[in-house]
């Protein structure tokens, strides 16, 4: 089945550090996500990302689609206590509207 | 506005009893996803369905799990004879309409002693 090889595997930082994790994929895709999941809860979107090349932010998440259509990364910048948590990664073929394929998570902890 | 409504949040069930999990989507949303969450893993898809109809169900095990929305009430996934393996958080999620993204419920955590 399709695989997306998410790394690191996990990270250890201290507040105030940049973060940076990526998400490659042997197939293309059209559409690639990235999802927050704190302990005990569903994943919540963090940035969608539906044009090869395309660079977007959403305060201090940056994630670019790769031009390949095969990989994708996020930064973190400036890391905070609550960035805590599970980040995976997600792709679909179409819109994100069918399902969707997750990566194995980047666990995220942060030192104060 | 609620979100996605999944209950009940922890469930446990013996070997060999049904499991019934329920998912109420989020209001205006007509399309349903389950997912399963293994500890460690990310979430696998198991089901895609609109209101009366099963869209994708190709990541469904074959036996013992099957999936309805019907016209009225929330979508119900349902185990039947309960292993250990189907220890696992199941997520549900809804979208509006075909081409936006979808919004995830907390989960329900089942559990099989």
């Known amino acids: 089945g399709q695989q997306l090889n998410q790394s690191p595997q996990s990270m250890f930082i201290q507040e105030g550090e940049d973060v940076s994790m990526n998400c490659t994929s042997s197939s293309i895709f059209n559409t690639w996500l990235w999802y927050k999941q704190d302990p005990g809860e569903g994943p919540v979107l963090l940035i969608a990302l539906y044009k090869a090349g395309e660079l977007t932010s959403n305060g201090r998440l940056t994630a670019q689609f790769g031009i390949t259509r095969k990989d994708s990364f996020l930064n973190i910048s400036a890391s905070i206590p609550s960035d805590v948590g599970i980040y995976f990664c997600a792709v679909s073929k179409q819109g994100g509207s069918e399902k969707l394929v997750f990566g194995k998570g980047t666990k995220l902890t942060v030192n104060p | 506005n609620a979100g996605v409504m999944q209950n009940p949040r922890h469930l446990v069930r013996r070997r060999g009893q049904e499991a019934r999990l329920r998912c109420s989507p989020m209001?205006?949303?007509?399309?349903v996803y389950w997912y399963r969450q293994l500890p460690e893993e990310g979430l696998k898809f198991m089901v895609y369905l609109q209101k009366e109809n099963i869209i994708d169900e190709s990541g469904m095990p074959k036996e013992r799990f099957s999936a309805e929305f019907p016209k009225e009430g929330p979508s119900i996934l349902r185990i039947q004879q309960v292993v250990r393996g189907d220890s696992a958080a199941y997520f549900c999620?809804?979208?509006?309409?075909?081409?936006?993204?979808?919004?995830f419920g907390s989960g329900t955590r089942l559990t099989v002693v």
């Open positions: 209001k205006g949303h007509s399309h």
């Open positions: 999620a809804s979208s509006p309409k075909e081409g936006y993204g979808y919004t």
